[in-house]
Antibody, heavy 119, light 108 residues
């Protein structure tokens, strides 16, 4: 059974880089039937796609975040990571890693981790 | 880019009554494998990730109560809760690919 687990610092200083890792168990990131990605949800607000990738294809980023975001993949560890640079308080959110299945289009979610940007 | 617009933004329904939430997409997306519409519905409660309710516009996910149903095709879709229960109070989202509607808050 697929499990996605986010990990990383819960508190980040303004102007620094937010870094999170999603550890995947029960499936392989290199499976071509799935895409993988990051979604965030600011407190009390809706869901915002950050970026996503197919292992064999390119990575796509939200236009509003593209200049600050990098998603990287480590297939040997079966995990993928998010780096978001130059953070501000507006980047405070619950960050979810997720998998989308091409056939059904639905998304399986990690439990999410709240990251607070504050000095 | 895909744009998903949900209506209404919030909704108050009496216990036992019907709740209806709409989702309009800027584009039509069909599964390559079976030509079914891509439109997924989730339920989110505080402190939890979204929970899958409906996929392929009308297929109920495993374990989802029968009072939840999805309908629609093309660019217009509906989530219906036939008889509202107290535990259905939540925010509901529609999704296509990695795009989400803005959410609909359902209250008693």
């Amino acid at each position: 059974q697929l499990q996605l687990q986010e990990s990383g610092p819960r508190l980040v200083r303004p102007s620094e880089t937010l870094s999170l890792t999603c550890r995947v168990s029960g499936d392989s990131i290199s499976d071509s039937d799935f895409s993988w990605g990051w979604i965030r949800q600011p407190p009390g607000k809706g869901l915002e796609w950050i970026g996503s990738f197919y292992y064999s294809g390119s990575t796509q980023y939200s236009p509003s975040l593209k200049s600050r975001v990098t998603i990287s993949v480590d297939t040997s560890q079966n995990h993928f990571s998010l780096n978001l640079s130059s953070v501000t308080a507006a980047d405070t959110a619950v960050y979810y890693c997720a998998r989308r299945f091409d056939n059904t289009d639905y998304i399986v979610w990690g439990q999410g981790t709240l990251v607070t940007v504050s000095s | 880019d895909i744009v998903l617009t949900q209506s209404p933004d919030s909704l108050a329904v009496s216990l036992g009554e019907r709740a209806t939430i709409n989702c309009k997409s800027s584009q039509t997306f069909l599964s390559d494998s079976n030509n079914k519409n891509f439109l997924t519905w989730y339920q989110q409660k505080p402190g939890q990730p979204p929970k899958l309710l409906i996929y392929w516009a009308s297929a109920r996910a495993s374990g989802v109560p029968y009072r939840f149903s999805g309908s629609g095709s093309g660019t217009d879709f509906t989530l219906t809760i036939s008889s509202l229960q107290a535990e259905d109070v939540a925010i509901y989202y529609c999704q296509q690919y990695w795009t989400f509607g803005q959410g609909t808050k359902l209250e008693i």
